[in-house]
């Protein structure tokens, strides 16, 4: 399977098969991390970071990444710092930029955004959230984790709880559980419903059941994944503050859980999971994190042929 020289901008361009083999390669690759290998396969490379957006484990895990299999990087944590400032357009910066690196990894509020810049870049262009629309590498990360800590992704009831309006990577994920054989519950206050177009997308081809509380569905779920109601991207503050604290996961609800189910979380999280959950067998949302890690690793070996 070829990778080299791939975009990843939405996970819609690729097949099951080629999204379990990312997860295989992310396997190998959490191997060869453990045992300390010779990571050094991008040695001489660079990446090119440029976020337009905040970002803290996005952007750190992929410089983490890059560092670890022993390449470099540059680029910006945030427009300010760069000629944006001075008028530069999205489509100019990016095609500097692509002068100094092997690959892009692009954040940016508005959705097209990264589909834009890979038109522009011959490297390839990874998007790390495009606005409310997509966000592909955190969505191979949250199945590389469910692949983990269930030891497969075929089978599950799996719940998406939140923010399924305005959250980038609920959308991403759905996409990518519609080439498993899963159940999917959409959890969400009426507000917050997800988005037509991707519910119409993943309603031909897996089960989804669409429910308002959490408390309904809860002792069905092998996989919950909880979200942050997604404030900045809401055009009414008035609308944040109708929904907001709509849903909690605490102590009370997971006693009504399959003592298997794992929580998990893109984070950052703000009020809906309480601290008590972080102590349970349920929560992974940390090693969720060091998941992200070892994906974006092997999604960087990819791209850049060294895998
Ligand atoms: C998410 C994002 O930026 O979309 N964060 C992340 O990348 N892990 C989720 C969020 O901001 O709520």
Redesign the pocket.
């Known amino acids: 399977m070829e990778f080299k020289g791939r975009d990843i901008i939405s996970i819609r361009d690729f097949t099951r098969e080629e999204i379990d083999y990312i997860l295989r390669t992310a396997g190998k690759t959490e191997q060869m991390e453990a045992s300390q290998e010779q990571l050094n396969l991008l040695q001489g490379k660079f990446l090119g970071i440029t976020f337009f957006?905040?970002?803290?484990?996005?952007r750190l895990s992929f410089e983490a990444a890059m560092k670890k299999m022993g390449g470099g990087i540059i680029g910006f944590g945030e427009p300010e710092m760069s000629s944006v400032k001075k008028g530069e357009t999205l489509a100019d910066t990016i095609r500097v930029v692509e002068n100094y690196v092997d690959a892009l990894v692009l954040?940016h509020p508005m959705e097209g955004s990264a589909r834009l810049a890979a038109d522009f870049a011959e490297v390839p262009v990874i998007n790390?959230?495009s606005g409310a629309e997509e966000?592909p590498t955190?969505a191979l990360l949250d199945l590389y984790t469910i692949y983990k800590e269930k030891g497969q992704i075929d089978g599950l009831e799996i719940g998406i709880l939140g923010?399924l309006r305005y959250?980038?990577?609920v959308h991403s994920l759905s996409y990518a559980l519609a080439n498993y054989k899963v159940t999917l519950h959409l959890i969400s206050p009426p507000e917050l419903r997800m988005r037509r177009e991707v519910f119409w997308d993943i309603k031909g081809k897996i089960q989804v059941e669409q429910a308002e509380n959490v408390e309904d569905v809860i002792s069905r779920l092998d996989v919950l994944y909880v979200?942050?109601i997604?404030k900045e991207r809401f055009p009414d503050p008035a609308e944040y503050e109708r929904v907001k604290g709509a849903y909690k996961i605490d102590g009370e609800l997971l006693a009504k859980a399959k003592p298997e189910l794992i929580v998990m979380h893109?984070?950052?999280r703000v009020d809906e999971i309480t601290p008590e959950v972080d102590q349970t067998r349920h929560a992974v949302y940390f090693r969720q994190v060091r998941y992200?890690l070892i994906t974006r690793m092997a999604l960087l070996g990819l791209v850049m042929g060294a895998l």
């Open positions: 957006e905040p970002s803290t484990r996005t954040r790390a959230g966000h955190q923010d959250g980038r990577t979200t942050r997604q893109p984070l950052p992200g």
